[in-house]
């Protein structure tokens, strides 16, 4: 019934904080960008090999709770599979990209890590 994912939706907060996170830090590119007046929003499209991002970028959209854990109703996480978690928090940490430390899939025992965006979404990268 599904091939596959077309995109996947989020919200942030702030535009410049938000573009540079997810353009500059994580190495998407802008496919199109659409200003709404009248919804109060900017869409920014942006998209790494398959991967289709649609960011919301809404100043009053109600903020997550405080404390950054996947563990809330709704989406858990985003996750990102990546060839070695250790390299990837070595650059988040030279790009500031908050993260937890590294740890170990309960199941398959892979490497993985949660690291947030600037709204504190919970974001993860596999290995």
Request: charged residues 30%; glycine residues 4%.
């Amino acid at each position: 019934m599904f091939s596959n994912v077309h995109h996947i939706a989020i919200i942030g907060t702030n535009y410049r904080k938000t573009k540079e996170f997810y353009v500059d830090k994580l190495g998407f590119k802008v496919i199109s960008e659409h200003n709404r007046p009248e919804k109060n929003d900017i869409i920014i499209n942006v998209q790494n090999g398959d991967l289709v991002l649609e960011i919301f970028i809404k100043e009053d959209a109600p903020m997550r709770p405080k404390i950054p854990i996947p563990e809330y109703t709704g989406l858990r996480h985003l996750a990102f599979r990546v060839d070695n978690v250790e390299e990837m928090l070595k650059k988040f940490d030279t790009l500031g990209i908050l993260h937890e430390e590294l740890r170990y899939d309960d199941f398959d025992k892979r490497k993985m890590a949660f690291f947030f965006d600037p709204d504190g979404l919970p974001l993860e990268i596999h290995e």
